[in-house]
């Protein structure tokens, strides 16, 4: 079992709708969650870090943390072309704090 | 500040030499990581630091991988010798504590001909 899963996708969004992404983790340790954007070409960049169960906002962007059922979620409301990316999920190792890893990613494309 | 700083940008070399690349971490961040990625195996963790200290080496493909973070501002990765299965983008990032959220250097697109 991959520590981190996520579905590769692409996933297809129209503009303006709701997009999901998903990820589960196998570390029942793991105290820090991450969602980093990947364009092509480009270097990952932080959107959301979550470290409690429930939800946090910010801006369009939702991260949702379940760590009874070891899941972590992105929500972007209002998808705009610019949010067409791979989204990537990111998870500490429990038994080590410092010990970040990373889902495969999904592809979200945003279709207008 | 400047960011996490990796050099090369590209790297083109023939198997079997050798390859060295560079980061540079944030000031003041003692967490320092070096990542690979490819299409088919996503963004890998190779190995980490703290406070200059290799952590956890448990992603290093083989010896012929190497890396060492002598100073607080200064961490190489090498390969000796190459091979073209190791072309890929190599990622540096830097974390100013441990759990923290990490900042990405620019990558090395690294092609083994």
């Known amino acids: 079992q991959k520590e981190v899963e996520q579905n590769s996708g692409p996933l297809s969004v129209p503009e303006g709708a709701i997009a999901s992404l998903n990820c589960t983790y196998s570390d029942r340790g793991s105290q820090s969650f991450f969602w980093y954007r990947q364009y092509s070409g480009k270097s990952p960049e932080l959107i959301m870090s979550i470290y409690s169960n429930g939800d946090k906002e910010d801006g369009r962007f939702t991260a949702q943390l379940n760590k009874a059922s070891q899941y972590v979620s992105l929500l972007i409301r209002d998808s705009q072309p610019s949010d067409s990316a791979t989204y990537l999920c990111a998870v500490n190792g429990g038994s080590s704090a410092s010990k970040i890893i990373f889902g495969s990613g999904t592809r979200l494309s945003i279709r207008p | ?113």
């Open chain 2, 1 to 113: 500040d400047a960011g996490v700083i990796q050099s090369p940008r590209h790297e083109v070399t023939e198997m079997g030499q050798e390859v060295t690349l560079r980061c540079k971490p944030i000031s003041g961040h003692n967490s320092l990581f070096w990542y690979r990625q490819t299409m088919m195996r996503g963004l890998e963790l190779l190995i980490y630091f703290n406070n200059n200290v290799p952590i956890d080496d448990s992603g290093m493909p083989e010896d012929r991988f190497s890396a060492k973070m002598p100073n607080a501002s200064f961490s190489t990765l090498k390969i000796q010798p190459s091979e073209p299965r190791d072309s890929a983008v190599y990622f540096c990032a830097s974390s100013l504590r441990e759990g923290e959220k990490l900042f990405f250097g620019s990558g090395t697109q690294l092609s083994v001909l």
